[in-house]
């Protein structure tokens, strides 16, 4: 694996550490289509929740929220209409969250979410 | 609180009006949004913000920042908005504490810098005369906006030292950035350039005298003669034997040149009459005023309580002209665009210079000129006469004597015939004072022929032209008005017959434009 793979793969776990304390039950990670992946799904309550999680060493390239442009988010609400499909399940209330994680390997990695992005 | 609010203002020609600027942090993601109609350069200070607010140690929220210019319907333009945007969306983000009524007029440079912007010194009078007396301009500009009485101006060099005074963590803030002043700390107030001297025109006594009485009565003056008589000479020194402009007038002048950008040397107020010499391939727009979107003063508007001359005028084109009625007329120019209408004053006096014919050579006898009389005819016709009815004094102006150009140094300074005319404009102040004038040229012909009215014996001279057709009725209070200036420099009371008939003179000295 990549040192960028290893990163991002770092990220998602303390990403899913950080939704399992909200109280979200983790359902699927690292699903893939055609389309392209999606990180983490979840529900949250009712919600059936699409996750993305953007880590970054620091922000000297930008903050992770920078990197989610618009075309990404439609991807992503696409996939979650995917994935429903290939799940043959009917999701009334389904939203996008983005995750932060920005770790500088100082172990205090720090978590922002955004949740119903888009 | 997630909700900043700040203040600034918008310029609408010489208008300012009080815009809130409120900035809203979303829980969304990062992006920049300005509402309210901004145009292009606004738009760009999203990027100007972001980059000086990070490198001002002080970075901006990484979410969504709306920032809204209230009222939304006015147009707003240019980058003086950049702080005031910067200053809501650091309270936002609860950076800094509020900032109450102060405000923010100032451009921000991606090095967090503060840089000056134009029109800074109407902008000022409008917050004061709004009830937002605190203000906070960039340094550059601080010697200007502090013309303003009653406005507390404070200058800052960075954004950095600003959002420390309101209460930013000093521990982030990058305190140690000085820029250099390349782009203008206003220095000493430079000295404007002096008026070239009437002493240094040789002869021409009647032409001198001309001018004194137009710069005493400020009435309007066309010169013709041929080429080298000295027409520009005279008009350029016009200026300097005009009387210095008043505390409000000054005002008013400096607030137009501070939208056509001051040279940071000048920024003081402009107490000397500004002089516009335009030169006569000049389009409609650039006298008048215009240019895209907003329309910007013109050379007419930055002659205001001044002097516009018009060098070689029946070669400027006809329209151009014309276009000078209305403010010669009403003081002011309001000018329509597609973005919005500016009224901008524009009381000149208006000098203008031609050549008797296309040749120029067409004076005295008129033996060396080549042109037709149709082609002569057809020049000085290019001045239309509703212009000329408004132009009190046209004269003649021949070329130099042998005899006069040999005793250089014999004439008279500026300073004494400016103490005349100074002498000459508080009487007229004095008597038509409580008719709402200054000047002798404002005069209507019923004040003229009412209040104003001379004994028959005065203008029996007057009444006999009238009668023999060589005078108008217009023509006739034109002379009037003249010959209450006459008098008022000669220190009487009212115009003699004398008065009279030199003005009569001074009214018909050129036929050929008539």
Same mark, same amino acid.
């Not at chain 2, 005028?313 to 084109?317: G, N």
């Not at chain 2, 004076?363 to 037709?372: I, Q, R």
């Given at each position: 694996m990549k040192a960028k793979d290893l990163l991002g793969r770092h990220g998602e776990d303390l990403a899913v550490g950080y939704l399992e304390t909200l109280g979200m039950l983790i359902v699927e990670r690292n699903w893939r289509c055609s389309e392209g992946e999606i990180d983490v799904v979840a529900l949250d309550g009712d919600a059936l929740v699409i996750a993305e999680v953007k880590t970054r060493r620091?922000?000297?390239? *930008?903050?992770?929220?920078?990197?989610? *442009?618009p075309d990404k988010l439609a991807r992503l609400h696409r996939l979650g209409a995917a994935w429903c499909r290939d799940r043959e399940l009917r999701m009334p209330l389904r939203r996008v969250d983005v995750i932060a994680v920005v770790d500088d390997g100082g172990g205090s990695p720090v978590v922002e979410h955004l949740k119903g992005v888009g | 609180m997630a909700l900043g609010r700040t203040y600034s203002v918008a310029l609408v020609g010489l208008n300012g009006y009080m815009v809130e600027v409120e900035a809203d942090i979303g829980q969304s993601l990062p992006a920049f949004v300005i509402l309210g109609l901004p145009d292009a350069a606004l738009n760009e200070a999203r990027e100007r913000i972001r980059s000086a607010a990070k490198n001002s140690g002080i970075p901006l929220s990484r979410r969504k920042i709306t920032a809204n210019l209230i009222p939304a319907s006015l147009p707003k333009r240019g980058s003086g908005f950049d702080l005031a945007v910067t200053m809501a969306a650091l309270r936002a983000a609860n950076d800094i504490r509020a900032t109450g009524r102060t405000v923010f007029i100032a451009e921000l440079g991606l090095d967090g810098r503060l840089r000056p912007v134009r029109g800074i010194l109407p902008a000022v009078m409008a917050a004061v005369q709004a009830g937002y007396p605190d203000v906070v301009v960039a340094q550059a500009n601080l010697a200007e906006a502090s013309l303003v009485p009653g406005a507390t101006v404070s200058g800052y060099r960075t954004l950095a030292r600003l959002a420390l005074d309101f209460g930013a963590d000093p521990q982030e803030l990058a305190l140690d950035f000085e820029p250099d002043d390349a782009d203008g700390d206003a220095g000493a107030p430079g000295e404007t350039a002096p008026c070239p001297d009437m002493a240094d025109v040789s002869g021409q006594g009647e032409a001198r005298r001309a001018l004194e009485v137009a710069a005493a009565g400020a009435h309007h003056l066309l010169l013709t003669g041929p080429?080298?008589?000295?027409k520009t000479m005279l008009a350029e020194r016009l200026p300097g034997i005009l009387p210095d402009l008043g505390d409000h007038e000054s005002m008013e002048v400096t607030a137009i040149h501070s939208l056509c950008g001051l040279p940071s040397s000048q920024v003081q107020l402009l107490r000397r009459p500004p002089f516009e010499n335009p030169h006569h391939t000049a389009t409609a727009a650039a006298i008048i005023g215009g240019g895209s979107g907003l329309p910007r003063p013109g050379a007419a508007s930055r002659a205001h309580r001044g002097v516009l001359f018009l060098d070689e005028?029946?070669?400027?084109?006809r329209r151009v002209l014309d276009a000078l009625r209305q403010p010669l007329e009403s003081g002011e120019l309001v000018i329509h665009r597609s973005a919005g209408t500016a009224a901008y004053p524009a009381r000149f006096q208006l000098v203008l210079a031609a050549n008797p014919c296309p040749c120029g050579k067409?004076?005295?006898?008129?033996?060396?000129?080549?042109?037709?009389p149709m082609m002569r005819r057809r020049y000085l016709a290019r001045m239309s006469g509703p212009l000329l009815d408004r132009v009190d004094i046209q004269l003649q102006v021949e070329r130099v004597s042998l005899a006069d150009f040999g005793?250089?140094?014999a004439e008279e300074d500026t300073a004494s015939v400016a103490r005349r005319v100074r002498d000459a404009r508080q009487r007229q102040v004095q008597r038509l004072g409580p008719l709402g004038l200054e000047t002798n040229s404002q005069v209507s012909g019923r004040v003229l022929r009412g209040e104003l009215r001379l004994p028959p014996g005065v203008t029996r001279i007057l009444d006999h032209s009238l009668e023999r057709g060589i005078l108008t009725a217009r023509g006739y209070d034109r002379v009037l008005r003249l010959a209450w200036t006459l008098a008022d420099l000669g220190l009487r009371d009212s115009p003699d017959a004398n008065d009279v008939g030199q003005a009569l003179g001074l009214r018909q000295a050129t036929a050929a434009a008539a």
């Open positions: 620091s922000l000297d390239y *930008g903050h992770p929220f920078e990197a989610v *442009g | 080429p080298g008589a000295g005028a029946p070669e400027y084109e067409a004076s005295g006898k008129g033996l060396d000129c080549t042109c037709t005793q250089a140094g």
